[in-house]
């Protein structure tokens, strides 16, 4: 029945048989089969509502298969991933934009000054962190006061059992066996994590198909100082 699956199933993973940074070359596509084209543009369309972006950063942006939809909207992009593979597939994708930059970085570890950038966006990224409070607070320590956290995190909130368990083989299918999982992770989870690291949410969606579901979500840093 729908509602059936508390949260990530498979995605939440201590361990794989394989190195994100191998996966460099279509990162992307790889993504986009496991949850299927139509869903995949879906939330595309959906986070192409996010507009004045100011001088904007990056977290974790991979092969910068979903940068490109924002360097248009922005003053400046800055984006950044731990995987020098992936940055190099994003510098190709963005080597048009003299206004766009890619710097290899650790999200936990920011080589940037407190305050730096109007808008961070985080794409399909905080569900998968070991410590998602410190990846938060770190995000927050980038944004000037009044700045934007945009976030999107597939899921499977709101799937059926059998449709989540078509997913994980996708899923298999496109990264690989999973050799250990961690504690599933709610969307309902991910937004009382926001909220207690600084963050005051302007909108939130929840998408959900047979293939996929999404939280696509807008904060606000809140200051508490």
């Not at 001088?55 to 991933?81: H, I, N, Q, W, Y």
């Not at 930059?101 to 985080?122: H, I, M, N, W, Y």
């Not at 059992?161 to 309902?188: H, I, L, N, S």
């Amino acid at each position: 029945m729908k509602g059936g699956s508390p949260g990530l199933l498979f995605m939440e993973v201590s361990a794989v048989a394989f190195e994100w940074k191998d996966l460099a070359e279509d990162f992307s596509d790889r993504q986009r089969a496991i949850v299927g084209e139509a869903f995949y543009d879906e939330v595309v369309r959906t986070m192409s509502q996010w507009e004045d972006l100011g001088d904007a950063l990056e977290v974790a942006c991979g092969d910068g298969g979903f940068t490109s939809l924002f360097v248009p909207k922005a003053r400046r992009l800055v984006a950044t991933d731990r995987e020098e593979a992936m940055c190099r597939v994003a510098r190709k994708k963005l080597s048009a934009w003299p206004h766009a930059e890619v710097r290899q970085a650790d999200l936990f570890d920011l080589p940037f000054g407190e305050k730096s950038f109007d808008t961070v966006l985080a794409l399909n990224i905080l569900h998968v962190l070991p410590d998602r409070p410190g990846a938060l607070r770190e995000m927050r320590r980038m944004l000037r006061e009044g700045g934007r956290l945009l976030l999107m995190d597939f899921g499977t909130d709101g799937m059926s059992f059998d449709e989540v368990m078509a997913m994980a083989g996708r899923y298999q299918r496109a990264f690989g066996p999973v050799e250990d999982r961690k504690q599933p992770v709610t969307f309902d989870w991910l937004v009382d994590e926001i909220e207690t690291s600084g963050f005051e949410i302007l909108k939130q969606e929840r998408l959900c198909s047979p293939t996929g579901a999404a939280l696509v979500l807008e904060a606000r840093r809140r200051e508490t100082d």
